[in-house]
Nanobody
Framework: QVQLVESGGGLVQPGGSLRLSCEASVRTFSTYIMAWFRQAPGKEREFVGSSGWSGADTYYGESVKGRFTISRDNAKNMVFLQMNSLKPEDTAVYYC????????????WGQGTQVTVSS
């Protein structure tokens, strides 16, 4: 059973930075595509970004390109989301997700961590 545990959320002022972490309890981390999604109140869940094993196949949602960076520590089964130049519209619950690299659906989800951007 895959378990994902996020940490690092909190309150930050506009223009600030925050780093989210996600630890995955999986046997073969290399076979998983790791991703971040977010959901704001009253809105649909939004793709933030994803990364494969090598990091070369990393993708971002349009609203976060140039501000957010996904990275992986494959030795520790962890994925990170570095968020810079945060805006109030980035306020949401952020979820870590995983899928096997030969599938298209994210089957595994963390519990979510709240990020609030406000002055």
């Amino acid at each position: 059973q895959v378990q994902l545990v996020e940490s690092g959320g909190g309150l930050v002022q506009p223009g600030g930075s925050l780093r989210l972490s996600c630890e995955a309890s999986v046997r073969t981390f290399s076979t998983y595509i790791m991703a971040w999604f977010r959901q704001a109140p009253g809105k649909e869940r939004e793709f933030v970004g994803s990364s494969g094993w090598s990091g070369a196949d990393t993708y971002y949602g349009e609203s976060v390109k140039g501000r957010f960076t996904i990275s992986r520590d494959n030795a520790k089964n962890m994925v990170f989301l570095q968020m810079n130049s945060l805006k109030p519209e980035d306020t949401a619950v952020y979820y870590c997700a995983a899928r096997l690299k030969w599938t298209t659906r994210y089957d595994y989800w963390g519990q979510g961590t709240q990020v609030t951007v406000s002055s």
